[in-house]
């Protein structure tokens, strides 16, 4: 398939994990890819392992700073065209030796850093691109929310779930805003994935969470990237303001 061909494609934290494998999706179905992540140095490997040439820019930010989003959307804008395609995938889930803060311990800081990043990025990102869907009258926003922000989390820290709830809401109110201007938003729930990100977790909570997935395995960031590129092609055009649920069956609604 070969559904983006050319298409002007945003993805954050794409260094590695999920956004590395939404990247090279897109990339593989002809599309033109901005990369972007706070880590500069694996950030320029990313690009290097993907392989795409001129159709790869790599954008080292911080989606938290404003400053930073929007000169996102203008290096992707200036380099290949106004942005169709968002996805914001940049995300952090705090953990100290593996394990999560409990809310009566968690530092202030560390709920704002979670919030900043995950919530607020999304937002601001948005917000910088969608001038130039706008101008388009055609965007598509895919919110790498999560598992946690659909029910309960015993691994995940009250910032993070809260942040990913955020994300859902963000997500309607993008898609009520935008739809007479041709976007559509919608957010993917990921349940657990095989990521760096995952494996701080540590083996034994990822072996017993694997006991309860129907499907018998935990997920690939390629299972995550085909969700995308389906929510971001013309087959999701009547789909907007939606969850979509990526995690074996293991929380069904
Ligand atoms: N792995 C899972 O099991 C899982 C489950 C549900 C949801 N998710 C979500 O999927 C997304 C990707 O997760 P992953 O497992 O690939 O994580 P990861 O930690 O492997 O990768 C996240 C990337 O985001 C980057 N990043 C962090 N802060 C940033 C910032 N301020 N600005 C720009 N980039 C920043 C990191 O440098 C990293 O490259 C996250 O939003 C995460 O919450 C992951």
Not at 68 to 79: H, I, S
Not at 85 to 104: D, E, F, M, T
Not at 169 to 193: H, K, Q, S, Y
Not at 222 to 250: C, K, M, P, Q, R
Request: glycine share 12%; aromatic share 4%.
């Amino acid at each position: 398939m070969d559904r983006f061909t050319d298409e002007t494609v945003i993805v954050t934290g794409a260094a590695r994990g999920i956004g590395l494998a939404i990247a090279r999706r897109f990339l593989a179905e002809g599309a033109r890819v901005v990369i972007a992540d706070l880590q500069a140095e694996a950030l320029e490997q990313a690009r290097t392992s993907l392989a795409g040439g001129d159709r790869v820019l790599a954008v080292p930010c911080d989606v938290s700073r404003p400053d930073d989003a929007q000169a996102l959307a203008e290096q992707a804008r200036q380099a290949f065209g106004a942005v169709g395609v968002l996805v914001n995938n940049a995300g952090i889930s705090p953990k100290h030796g593996g394990v999560k803060s409990l809310i009566a311990d968690m530092a202030q800081a560390e709920w704002r850093q979670v919030l900043d990043v995950n919530l607020t990025g999304a937002f601001l990102v948005s917000q910088a691109c969608l001038a130039q869907m706008r101008g388009r009258r055609y965007g598509r926003i895919v919110n790498i929310a999560s598992q946690a922000g659909r029910t309960r989390t015993d691994i995940a820290g009250a910032h993070y779930a809260a942040s990913k709830a955020g994300m859902l809401g963000l997500t309607r109110v993008l898609a009520t805003e935008g739809g007479r201007d041709g976007i559509t938003a919608n957010a993917i729930a990921p349940g657990r994935i095989e990521t760096p990100m995952a494996a701080e977790a540590g083996a034994a909570v990822n072996a017993a969470y694997l006991e309860r997935i129907p499907v018998g395995r935990l997920g690939t960031p390629e299972d995550v990237a085909g969700a995308a590129a389906f929510l971001a092609s013309a087959d999701a055009g009547f789909i907007s303001g939606a969850t979509l649920d990526v995690n074996g069956g293991v929380f069904m609604i």
